[in-house]
Structures are given as C-alpha cells and as structure tokens.
DNA sequence: AGATTCTATGTCAATGGTGACATAGGTAAT
DNA sequence: ATTACCTATGTCACCATTGACATAGAATCT
C-alpha cells in the first residue's frame, strides 16, 4: 500500500467525505504534509473501495450534482491503525530554495537579499494559516486536544510541528538575510 | 529546465566531477535536500551536453575503469546564475511521518512513544552528520566561509538550515513523547 | 445572452523518479 | 576458486504524479 491510500484513510478515519471534499483537504490540512490532486484522489478511492477498506454511497444534493460518500470499514481502520503503530524512515527533504543557498555564491548579494526575503515572506504567509488552524483546535477541540486518543490530539501535535517548521524556516531566511547585508558592505 | 539540472550544475560550477562522483555526492552532501539515482544523472548530464552546459572528456585510470569528467561551460555557469537570481516557491512538505502523526490518536500509547522515538533517533544521527560536515567547512574554508562570494559560505548557510531543521524536529519529537507519557498515566 | 465560477467525477498522455538489469575489470576476503 | 564488492556507465520497465481534457447542471456576474 502506497503513502497516499494512508492520506485518505487518515481522512475517512475522522469523517465521512466525498472525492470531492478530500481533493479540497488534500490542499489545506493534510495537504500541507501531503498533496494529491483529484487526478490521484478519485481513482485510489475506487481502488480502496475493491480492497475492501472504504465503502461508498451516493449523497442526492439540491442545486449541485450527486456525490459519492465515503466510509472507512473496519478493515481500513486496521489496516490504518497498523501503519501508524509501524517506524517511518525519516523523510528526505526536497527543497529547490535549499539548492539555490547551495548556489547562492554565484549571485550578485542584492539579488541574493531579494530571493532570501521572498521564500521568508511565503513562509511567513503559511506561518499565519497554521497559527489561524491552532485557534481553531484549541477552541473546538478544547478539553480534548490533549488526550492522546483523541483526533484533535493528532491534528494538534502534526500542526505544532508546521508551526516549529515554519518559525525555523523564517528565522534561518532572517540570519541568511543579516549576514548578506553586513557582509555585503 | 527541471531542478534536477541545476543541482548537477551546483556541484559542476564548484568542481569538475564524473557521472559517478556526482551520484555519490548526491547521497550526501546536495543529497540531503535533493537526490537523485545515477539512472537519472547520465542521461541527464548527457542533456545538459547537449545543450551546451556542460562538456566532458574521458580520463584513463589505473585499476578503475575510464571516466567521462564533466565541467561547466560559461553559458552553464550563466544559467545557473539566472536560476539561482529568481524567486523559488515554498517547498512542499512531503513527510509519510507527519502524515502518521496525524492518525496517532489510533495507536496505543506505547506503539506511539516507540515509533515517535525511532523517528527522534533518526534526525539525531542525521545532525550528527550534518555537525560532522560543519567542522569540516569551518577548518577547511575557515577566513572564506564568512564571504558570500564564496562556495564555503553558501555550503555553510545551507548547512546551517540542515542543522536547524533537524534539532527542530528532534525537539518536536521529544514534546510528543512526554506528553504522550505524561497523559497516557 | 454570454462568460465565468463552483460542485462533482472521471480519464489520459506526459513527465519525473525508482529499481532492476546489464557489462566489465579490479580488489579483497573466505 | 568462488563470492562479494567497488569503480564506472548505461538502459529500461514500472510506478507516482501532474496537467490537460471532458462532461454537466446551477449560480452569478457583465
């Protein structure tokens, strides 16, 4: 089973949801630790539904079209449940703005400033997204965000880390950004 | 032109290097933010002839097989500048344990304690490279690593973000750990 | 009236990347 | 002797992912 069957599973874990409204999750919260796009999304969820760990039934809606609801079986539940509890080997990074520092010698420092600030200002940007999901959490899921069973638990935890990230990003850029500058005199 | 390309002209417009050194590289120090198999660096160093970036010629050794040296033409050189010059968008991030963290709430407390500690063991080992390679850059480019016009500074601030990046996910992941201990009781 | 946008589901060609297969001479260990 | 590994370069089938194409009804704007 490839990570993206687990993305959906993750979902389906939690809620109910259409192909749809998971190619709309799979660009916001899980989105930010994996994407897909619906081109990935509908035909896995068909391929789940033949191994048996999602069913599915058609949802009549007034005004927009028909969708196709998803829910986890007890066998897809297992079987995401297993995959949790099983060591991950730690995630390569793929960061084409790291390979551009690799090669940031070569430009002229003005131009160097410039790159360095924008990738900041874009993290900054995801920074405030996370920060607005974290109130979010910590209202609704008040009281329960901290048993360790407990779904808003998980998404509280996954999303500290994208807030730890994205503070480091930023304040790496920043000291990028500061040496350039006096180094630049 | 795909970011594969660039990183082969990173490492071309610092040295000359074979097909085969480039893939060895490409496990460890551009590796970390960027790797590559050597199925995918010949027929791309081949492109990149092609194109005028880069040339070679074959050097005869004895007791190893022939190499094809490559090195950077002025037009590659020219190229990577532009490249390096433009704004890059944020990374993804593409992390199966993240994705895991976030149906953590499915496992049972010690089958969540003892995953969470592989994946800590795992960035230690990581920034214990990563420290490795620092000294490194700080004895041998030591008066030059300091001086955005040279290689050194550009291996040393990305370095810097390696570094940062894993003792912030280190520290992330001994958060979890207590908390999980601290609630599982 | 026409254009655009949103919901909703799907297919398909092309690209990027992995893993296996292939070759070939030298070294080193059992 | 045989196995295994290292240098060195290459190809190829397969899989994952992207972007474009496709359809279709309703709402909204110009």
């Not at 995959?83 to 420092?109: C, G, M, N, Q, Y």
């Not at 974290?134 to 069973?149: L, R, V």
Request: with cysteine; aromatic share 12%; net charge negative.
């Amino acid at each position: 089973m490839k990570t993206l069957s687990y993305a959906l599973l993750s979902l389906l874990a939690r809620q109910d949801f259409s192909g749809y409204e998971i190619k709309q999750l799979m660009q916001a919260p899980i989105g930010f630790f994996w994407r897909a796009r619906h081109s990935q999304i509908y035909p896995e969820l068909a391929r789940l539904e033949e191994l048996g760990y999602v069913t599915h039934e058609v949802v009549e809606q007034q005004n927009v079209p028909d969708k196709k609801v998803y829910t986890l079986t007890a066998a897809g539940r297992e079987q995401l449940r297993q995959w949790v509890s099983e060591p991950s080997e730690a995630a390569v990074i793929r960061d084409e703005f790291l390979l551009k520092t690799f090669s940031l010698w070569l430009a002229d420092p003005a131009a160097a400033i410039a790159v360095v600030e924008d990738q900041a200002r874009q993290h900054v940007e995801q920074l405030r997204v996370y920060e607005g999901i974290k109130q979010h959490i910590e209202t609704e899921g008040a009281g329960e965000f901290m048993q360790p069973s407990s779904a808003y638990f998980a998404s509280y935890i996954t999303l500290m880390q994208g807030i730890s990230y994205e503070q480091q990003y930023i304040n790496w850029c920043r000291m990028i950004v500061e040496q350039l500058e006096a180094l630049a005199d």
